[in-house]
């Protein structure tokens, strides 16, 4: 079965509010890097947040600094994508992907995938 499974996807308004988790097997959890992706139609996909395992240090793409918190709750094995002040242009399928320790934002650096969640923003 898949080892990371996205939830929390929906709709909101701009302005508004959601919280996307990702659920990761406990297998690779603890050693896991993980990054949230997104892909609107047409578009590439790419990378938004990232957070390390063990020093747990966390990157940020610019369009996400101050309106997305990406965070780790070990004892869920969950990593969290808290989004506010969303946007239209935040709309896409958002994806989680784990690999080895250490953060990337390419996606072939990563292993392993969750199938996805769709968010829209839209009044």
């Known amino acids: 079965q898949l080892q990371l499974v996205e939830s929390g996807g929906g709709s909101a308004q701009p302005g508004g509010s959601l919280r996307l988790s990702c659920k990761i097997s406990?297998?690779?959890?603890?050693?896991?890097?993980v990054t949230w992706f997104r892909q609107a139609p047409g578009k590439e996909r790419e990378g938004v947040v990232c957070?390390?395992?063990?020093?747990?240090?966390?990157y940020y793409i610019d369009s996400a600094k101050g309106r997305f918190t990406i965070s780790r709750d070990n004892s869920k094995s969950t990593v969290y994508l808290q989004m506010t002040s969303l946007k239209p242009e935040d709309t896409a399928n958002y994806y989680c992907?784990?690999?080895?320790?250490?953060?990337?934002?390419?996606?072939?650096?990563?292993?392993?995938w969750g199938q996805g969640t769709q968010v829209t923003v839209s009044s």
């Open positions: 992907a784990a690999r080895r320790d250490w953060c990337s934002g390419r996606k072939g650096d990563f292993d392993s």
């Open positions: 406990e297998a690779i959890y603890g050693t896991s890097a």
């Open positions: 957070v390390n395992s063990g020093d747990g240090f966390k």
